[in-house]
């Protein structure tokens, strides 16, 4: 289907929804929600539409005075200089609706569930995955969303081995979906006398958050045991068997929440990691099925794959899938990652547009 084929479509689909919306007739409560969220959706895709569909008329009523005898040198002058603007304007506004077109990730609008894990380097790779969790905080709270702490797993030092939240607000997964990944940092440690450089990893996996319409967990596929929680180094923090670990059979994976006094706190919480835990692994095997199409994150997709390096005695950031290096590193760790992602969605978005042209 060319471009214009897929816009007359759309403008006849906003049509009919709003002759739908507007009748003495409206459908059910449902229904009608749903229907006025798909107005809503083309809604700016019309609008774009409309501005092409001018500036395609303007452009060619301007060539028609360009060739036309009659017209004066003067006005054929500010003719073709009108006429110039819009042939640059023109693939802009194509381009801008075809990214606007290409078929959307059915998780982008849901929440996140994020995953911090310190990888290897030791104490350092801790201290780095509290700092990556932090950035990933104030990112969250610059946007307004809600960050929630799920789990919390610390070495003692102020480093964490482990680190879950929630985050939740309109499109988060949208905009945290391409940090998962190895992130690699090179510094000093604190702890390093000699001041030599060192390099430590952490690893940072972020999820849909699914709610149970998304993933029917049945009860008989779980298995679940209760003990009592500990704290580092083994010490007891509760005096009741309230640390749950809940197994998934089919797919074998396992949750462990032990951060609430509550057994049923844990449990719910426990839940939420799992649910979506199950619900990304499918949609990683949707995406490995689809061979001939890329997958939902920039690179390979692969929680394996370095993604991004922190340098610090040089005060840069690097991404390495697309060769993007901001030499703003405080900023950066200070939750200012707007810049880094709306280049990775750029990205995203261009390789898609090859795809399909």
Do not use: C
Not at 55 to 75: F, I, K, N, S, V
Not at 239 to 257: E, F, L, M, Y
């Amino acid at each position: 289907m060319s471009l214009d084929e897929n816009l007359d479509r759309v403008v006849a689909r906003h049509a009919e929804l709003s002759n739908l919306m507007s009748s003495g007739t409206p459908p059910s409560s449902d229904k009608f929600a749903k229907m006025g969220r798909e107005y809503a959706e083309l809604t700016p895709v019309v609008e774009a539409v409309n501005e092409l569909r001018q500036a395609q008329a303007e452009a060619a009523d301007l060539a028609g005075m360009m060739t036309d005898a009659g017209t004066d040198a003067d006005m054929k002058a500010m003719a073709e200089e009108e006429f110039s603007a819009l042939k640059e304007k023109i693939p802009a506004l194509e381009n801008k609706l075809q990214v606007m077109l290409l078929p959307k990730d059915t998780a982008d609008s849901k929440n996140a569930l994020l995953e911090v894990r310190a990888g290897t380097g030791g104490d350092e790779a801790g201290l780095f995955a509290a700092d990556l969790f932090r950035m990933y905080q104030r990112f969250a709270e610059a946007h307004q969303w809600k960050f929630e702490l799920i789990s919390l797993n610390e070495t003692g030092i102020g480093g964490y081995k482990e680190a879950i939240a929630s985050i939740s607000g309109q499109a988060v997964f949208s905009r945290f979906k391409f940090e998962s990944g190895v992130h690699r940092v090179q510094r000093v440690p604190t702890t390093e006398s000699s001041g030599r450089i060192h390099t430590s990893a952490a690893t940072v996996a972020v999820m849909p958050e699914a709610e149970e319409v998304d993933i029917k967990i049945e009860d008989k596929d779980l298995r679940i045991d209760v003990f009592r929680a500990s704290g580092p180094g083994g010490q007891s923090v509760n005096t009741t068997d309230s640390a749950i670990r809940i197994t998934h059979i089919p797919t074998g994976v396992v949750v462990i929440q032990q951060d609430e006094k509550s057994q049923h706190k844990n449990k719910a919480k426990a839940m939420r990691v799992l649910r979506a835990r199950i619900y990304d692994a499918e949609r990683q095997k949707v995406d490995d099925e689809r061979a001939a199409v890329r997958k939902s994150q920039v690179g390979s997709g692969d929680r394996s794959e370095r993604i991004r390096t922190y340098n610090y005695p040089e005060r840069r950031v690097t991404d390495h899938r697309i060769n993007l290096t901001l030499h703003k590193l405080e900023r950066v760790m200070d939750g200012e990652l707007d810049e880094m992602i709306d280049a990775l969605t750029a990205d995203d978005q261009a390789k898609r547009l090859a795809e399909i042209k």
